[in-house]
Structures are given as structure tokens and as C-alpha cells.
């Protein structure tokens, strides 16, 4: 089979690896892939977003399926565009990646299925929206409605920090038409949990449960990020949450989404908070995440291949999933400065991967043979393990043999889940 991976970061390199051990997997391409994607797979320099270049390359190529990875491009459509071309495809099509391009969606739907996630109102007028920031206090949360990076929510711990927020979004442009709605919700406490469940509309599985590091620094201390490292499983991801996810989010999610005329197939991401009430949506994404793929992928025994085209053609529940009951960890390597400023073009060395180890290139241009930086979050160094103690000390081993100019990580990805194992 000929298939076509959309996108070029570290998840897609994980996707590509994973994909590529099904024997079926002739050819994979990537668009537009990244410097350290083109030695698993052909890359082509075509953007995520470009919706009828990926649609010509995929009739040039005469692909058999496509994996759509980043949510802009599911937002933009490009399923409904494969596949109104005959290519069958994983991902949701544009009318169910709503789920993550507009959070009042994803909000208003919660409330209309019972689900549980934080309260909250949604604002198109700034007075109103400073109004209610005034009434409620902090801390409190404020969301641009649409995709903006991942940058577009403020977890506001005074009032002024909250309109502030509330002033960049919707006067200052600061994430453009993404920012002219806002959801301003309560702020929820508890460890957070990522679930990235496969979904055909009908039947919904979990994957293993991960643990996503935001913040740049150690401590969750700094700026927000895309991630800067992961562990899996997620220990409070307990058998009893994990029951209780189920009945109270996955299934209400899947079957809402089905009701409303939106039946989601594709990966459904759950960001979940396990509050003193019990587990509560923070976020619904509409794909894979980056970096918990980087972990999940690993632990994965039965081919992705064969999830994905039974995950297209409807018929998950007689599918195996299987995970190896091991744990994982990633570390990420960025650029010193990440995420605001920072240099590119430093030359990467890697060392050979043992067992167990695998490097995800993120943020890589290949040049005369050689890798250079050409991103802020650069790689991920992840390492799988019996238990998650050696997965983290393996990931650290390997981040250690991984070098570059200005590179930085955090040295704590995976304390927290340590302690909540010994806690
Ligand atoms: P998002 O960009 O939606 O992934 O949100 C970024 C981060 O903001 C989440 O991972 C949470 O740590 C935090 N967050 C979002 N919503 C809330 C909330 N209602 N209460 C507390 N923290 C939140
Ligand atoms: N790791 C969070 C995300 O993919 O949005």
C-alpha cells in the first residue's frame, strides 16, 4: 500500500515508524514531513494547510490512504477532500474536528450531553466578558474560541491577568478571528490526564493513558509550550477512572457527536482533570497529541496499519488493540529560548538506538547528509521499560547521547507521575 501521512513533526514521525512495521506498508509519504521523517519516509515539500497540493500529490501518487495528523489541516478539510476524491482516510472530517477548532462547541456540547467539564459562558462582546471576570474573580480561565497554537488559553490567577486576556483577545487581535469569541470557564484543580482514544463513530478505545509536561520549565514553572515531554501510562489513570471516563465522557462524546450529525472517526484526544468531583473535560483535540503519541505509539503491540483502515471502514470493535503493559517516556530537545526566540541551523548528532529507544525528529532540515535545528522543540529521545522509573532514567540516558548547540530539556519529565506512584 501506498500511504500518505499529512503533516511533519515529531507525532508524524512516530505515526510513519509505527505505520512502517505493518509489511503492507510499501511506500509512506509524508507531506511535508521534516528533515528526520525523510529517512523513514518520501517527504515532499507541500504544507499541511495546502489543501489541494495534498489533494494533487495524492492522485499523482495514486495513494490507497491517508493519515491526517494536524488539527488546522482537519479543520480545513482535508478528509472531506481525500476522501470526495476516493481516498479513504484517517481523521475526522471538518464537520467533527469542530470538536477542536471551536471551543463554544466543544463547551456547548458538553452541556447539552451532561458531560462533565468545567462551567462556563461564552462571549463575543468584550464589556460583557469583563463583566463576568469582575463577578466571578480568580482564578478563573480564559479560552479564544478557535486554533491558536495551543497559546490561546490564560489560566488567570488575579482578575486583571483574566481581562488583560479578555483585551489581547478580542481588542488587541492578539490570535486574530480565533480571539473575537471567548469561553471564560472556571478554573478546575486536580493532575491533569491525556487519553488518546481511537474511534469509528461507534465504538470508542482507549489507548493507554500519558502525562503531558506543558510548561517550558522545571517545576511547571515558564511559558506554556507544545509539550515538553511525556510519560505513559498516566498513574492516576487508575482502573476505577478509567471506568468512570468511560461511562461519563468517552461514550456520552462519541454518541453526542453522532447525534448532532458529526460522527467522529479518527483519534479523539481527552484532556481530562481528575478533580475532587471526579474526571472533568479540560479539552477535546481532534487527533493524535504531540508529544503523548511519542509515548503511546511504542507500547502499541498490534499494527497501527490495521487500526487505522478498521478505524475508515467502520469496523473498530472487531479489532485488536493491544498495548504491552510497559511504560514510556519522551523527553523533548528544544532550542535555548523556546517557545519565543531561538536559533536554528545547529548541526544534530545522533547516536545509534538501542532496543527500546527511539528519536522522533520534531524540528529537523536534512543538508548535504547532515540534520540541522530548524524548530524550537527539536526531537524527542523516548525509551520504553518494564517499569516507569527505568523508562524515564533510559530516556535521559538517551537525551544525554543526543547533542546540539543551544539545546535545553527539562531534567523532571515523569516526577510528578513518580511521586504519585509512591504517594
Ligand atoms: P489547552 O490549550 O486547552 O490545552 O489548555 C492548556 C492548559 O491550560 C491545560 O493543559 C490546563 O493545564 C490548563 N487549563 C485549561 N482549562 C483549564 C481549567 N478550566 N482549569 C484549570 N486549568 C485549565
Ligand atoms: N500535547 C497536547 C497537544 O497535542 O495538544
Given amino acids: ?43 515532499a515539500p507541500i504544507a499541511a494547510t495546502d489543501i ?17 495528523a494536524p488539527d488546522d489541516s482537519l479543520a480545513m478539510g482535508a478528509v472531506d477532500a481525500l476522501e470526495a476524491a476516493g481516498i479513504p482516510c484517517f481523521g475526522p472530517r471538518q464537520n467533527a474536528a469542530l470538536i477542536e477548532s471551536s471551543k463554544a462547541f466543544a463547551k456547548e456540547l458538553m452541556k447539552k450531553y451532561g458531560i462533565p467539564t468545567a462551567r462556563f459562558e461564552t462571549f463575543t462582546e468584550p464589556d460583557a466578558a469583563l463583566r463576568y471576570v469582575q463577578e466571578q474573580g480568580a482564578p478563573i480561565v480564559v479560552k479564544a474560541d478557535g486554533l491558536a497554537l495551543g497559546k490561546g488559553v490564560t489560566v488567570a490567577a488575579t482578575v486583571e491577568e483574566a481581562q488583560a486576556a479578555v483585551r489581547d483577545c478580542m481588542e488587541g487581535g492578539k490570535f486574530g478571528a480565533a480571539g473575537e469569541k471567548l469561553v471564560i470557564e472556571e478554573c478546575l484543580i486536580g493532575p491533569e490526564i491525556s487519553v488518546l482514544a481511537l474511534t469509528d463513530g461507534e465504538t470508542v478505545v482507549p489507548m493507554v493513558s500519558s502525562m503531558d509536561h506543558k510548561r517550558a520549565l522545571d517545576g511547571d514553572r515558564g511559558l506554556n509550550t507544545g509539550g515538553m515531554g511525556t510519560v505513559a501510562p498516566n498513574p492516576y489513570y487508575t482502573p476505577q477512572v478509567a471506568a468512570r471516563c468511560m461511562e461519563e465522557i468517552f461514550l456520552p462524546t462519541i454518541r453526542a457527536m453522532k447525534a448532532e450529525g458529526r460522527p467522529f472517526k479518527g483519534c479523539l484526544y481527552f484532556g481530562l482533570m481528575l478533580t475532587a468531583e471526579g474526571p472533568k473535560v479540560i479539552e477535546y483535540n481532534c487527533r493524535f497529541g504531540d508529544p503523548e503519541t511519542q509515548v503511546v505509539l511504542p507500547l502499541l503491540e498490534s499494527s497501527l496499519l490495521e487500526i487505522m483502515l478498521a478505524v475508515s471502514q467502520g469496523r473498530l470493535s472487531g479489532t485488536e488493540v493491544r498495548f504491552s503493559g510497559r511504560s514510556a517516556c519522551c523527553v ?92
Avoid: W
Fill in 52 to 68: 489541494p497540493g495534498i489533494l494533487a500529490f495524492a492522485r499523482e501518487k495514486a495513494v490507497d490512504f491517508a493519515v491526517v
Fill in 332 to 423: 523533548v530537545l528544544a532550542s535555548r529560548g523556546y517557545p519565543q526566540h531561538y536559533e536554528k541551523g545547529y548541526p544534530i548528532t545522533l547516536p545509534e538506538t538501542g532496543p527500546g529507544e527511539h528519536i522522533y525528529i520534531a524540528g529537523a532540515a536534512e543538508k548535504d547528509g547532515r540534520l540541522l535545528t530548524s524548530g524550537g522543540r527539536v526531537l524527542g529521545a523516548v525509551a520504553v521499560a518494564e517499569t516507569l522509573p527505568e523508562a524515564i532514567d533510559r530516556a535521559y540516558a538517551l537525551a544525554d547521547r543526543i547533542h546540539f548547540d543551544n539545546a535545553f530539556c527539562r531534567r523532571d519529565i515523569g516526577a510528578r507521575a513518580l511521586a504519585a506512584l509512591e504517594g
Fill in 1 to 43: 500500500m501506498k500511504i500518505l501521512v499529512v503533516g511533519g513533526g515529531g507525532r508524524e514521525h512516530a505515526l510513519i515508524q509505527k505505520l512502517r512495521e505493518d509489511p503492507r506498508a510499501e511506500t509512506v509519504y509524508a507531506l511535508p514531513g521534516n528533515g528526520g521523517i525523510g529517512r523513514d519516509a518520501v517527504c
